[in-house]
């Protein structure tokens, strides 16, 4: 039961919603996502970290970067389940739809060179 709860709890917060829906579309870095979202690299870097100890997500490095990409949910049958129906919900959804169209302008580069 506590594998449920942390994954429902995971999802209970818009925000981590919103992060699951972008990394359906590609993978991408924490100032890539927290540019989609307008939040702080350290609000994006938490819900981060509970939605990976939930199984929801992952990352791999890439040299300096380090990539989040939505999981297989092997770690997890709750995961996987909530995984697989997340991809039908909520496309139309106005705050959904609006940032994840913004994620196809965001580029890691270019926010490098406005810092």
């Known amino acids: 039961m506590k594998e449920f709860i942390r994954v429902m709890k995971a999802v209970s917060d818009p925000t981590r919603v919103k992060i699951l829906k972008i990394l359906e579309r590609r993978m991408m870095c924490v100032c890539e996502l927290q540019t989609a979202l307008g939040?702080?690299?350290?609000?994006?870097s938490k819900h981060l970290k509970i939605l990976e100890d939930a199984g929801l997500v992952a990352y791999h490095k890439d040299g300096l970067?380090?990539?989040?990409?939505?999981?297989?949910?092997?770690?997890?049958?709750?995961?996987?389940?909530?995984?697989?129906?997340?991809?039908?919900?909520?496309?139309?959804?106005?705050?959904?739809?609006?940032?994840?169209?913004?994620?196809?302008?965001?580029?890691?580069?270019?926010?490098?060179?406005?810092?």
């Open 39 to 44: 939040a702080a690299q350290s609000t994006t």
């Open 65 to 115: 970067w380090v990539n989040y990409t939505l999981t297989d949910g092997r770690q997890s049958p709750f995961a996987a389940s909530l995984l697989g129906n997340l991809r039908h919900w909520l496309n139309e959804e106005p705050e959904i739809s609006d940032v994840v169209e913004k994620t196809a302008f965001i580029d890691r580069f270019e926010i490098l060179n406005k810092n």
